[in-house]
């Protein structure tokens, strides 16, 4: 099974501040991997797919890069709808997992 | 419009049973592998089970390997998850959702909203 590992656990910042959250894949996952956004109450949103595709009509703040094991989601400038729970997810081998998670959090 | 609308959720005792159905529509649901993701309260996402267009393959985590079976009925633009032998740590919000972009992989989007399991006497 491969492991994704986020960090940090949660990210304190405050509006209009750059978020740069971290997935590190064990072993090896190509650029088979999705970054999720989730809100409370809501179900996940699917944002970057293939490490750095972005979903259709997702916002210029929200970037994403790596290959490998190392993977890097960046939001520019945190907006208020920005702060949520992110999840990075590898679909290159069965079983799918997920990361467990970064909270963005208002500071 | 893509929407995926689960149902099946509720209160069941440990050992028993439960069938969960998630309707597709706005999408050519045949053409589609479709997934099951839980969470449980407050936790992060566990895959659970895909199964592919045509149900030739079905994948399931170990965690509820023997217990629990993804199918479809591609005329009903339905896919479901029958769960056994159900135990109090399959307790979770139940997601159904689509595979984003056929031949790209399973990463997943849209989900539906989500269905409540809980497993407790």
């Given at each position: 099974e491969i492991v994704m590992t986020q960090s940090p656990a949660t990210l304190s910042l405050s509006p209009g501040e750059r978020a740069t959250l971290s997935c590190r894949a064990s072993p090896s996952?190509?650029?088979?991997?999705?970054?999720?956004?989730?809100?409370?109450?809501?179900?996940?949103?699917l944002l970057i797919y293939g490490a750095a595709t972005t979903t259709t009509g997702l916002p210029a703040r929200f970037s994403a890069s790596g290959s490998g094991t190392e993977f890097t989601l960046t939001i520019s400038s945190l907006q208020s709808e920005d702060f949520a729970v992110y999840y990075c997810q590898q679909y290159n081998n069965w079983p799918l997992t997920f990361g467990q998670g970064t909270k963005v959090e208002i500071k | 419009e893509v929407q995926l609308l689960e149902s099946g959720g509720g209160l069941v005792q440990p050992g028993g049973s439960l069938r969960l159905s998630c309707t597709?529509?706005?999408?050519?649901?045949?053409?589609?592998?479709?997934?099951?993701?839980?969470?449980?309260?407050?936790?992060?996402?566990?895959?659970?089970s895909t199964i592919t267009a045509t149900s030739i393959s079905t994948y399931y985590a170990d965690s509820v390997k023997g217990r629990f079976t993804i199918s479809r009925d591609n005329s009903k633009n339905t896919l479901y998850l029958q769960m056994n032998s159900l135990r109090a740590e399959d307790t979770a919000v139940y997601y159904c959702a689509k595979r984003a972009v056929a031949g790209i992989g399973h990463c997943l989007d849209p989900w539906g909203q989500g269905t409540l399991v809980t497993v407790s006497s």
């Amino acid at each position: 099974e491969i492991v994704m590992t986020q960090s940090p656990a949660t990210l304190s910042l405050s509006p209009g501040e750059r978020a740069t959250l971290s997935c590190r894949a064990s072993p090896s996952v190509g650029n088979n991997l999705a970054w999720y956004q989730q809100k409370p109450g809501q179900a996940p949103r699917l944002l970057i797919y293939g490490a750095a595709t972005t979903t259709t009509g997702l916002p210029a703040r929200f970037s994403a890069s790596g290959s490998g094991t190392e993977f890097t989601l960046t939001i520019s400038s945190l907006q208020s709808e920005d702060f949520a729970v992110y999840y990075c997810q590898q679909y290159n081998n069965w079983p799918l997992t997920f990361g467990q998670g970064t909270k963005v959090e208002i500071k | 419009e893509v929407q995926l609308l689960e149902s099946g959720g509720g209160l069941v005792q440990p050992g028993g049973s439960l069938r969960l159905s998630c309707t597709a529509s706005g999408f050519a649901f045949n053409n589609y592998a479709m997934s099951w993701v839980r969470q449980a309260q407050g936790k992060g996402l566990e895959w659970v089970s895909t199964i592919t267009a045509t149900s030739i393959s079905t994948y399931y985590a170990d965690s509820v390997k023997g217990r629990f079976t993804i199918s479809r009925d591609n005329s009903k633009n339905t896919l479901y998850l029958q769960m056994n032998s159900l135990r109090a740590e399959d307790t979770a919000v139940y997601y159904c959702a689509k595979r984003a972009v056929a031949g790209i992989g399973h990463c997943l989007d849209p989900w539906g909203q989500g269905t409540l399991v809980t497993v407790s006497s």
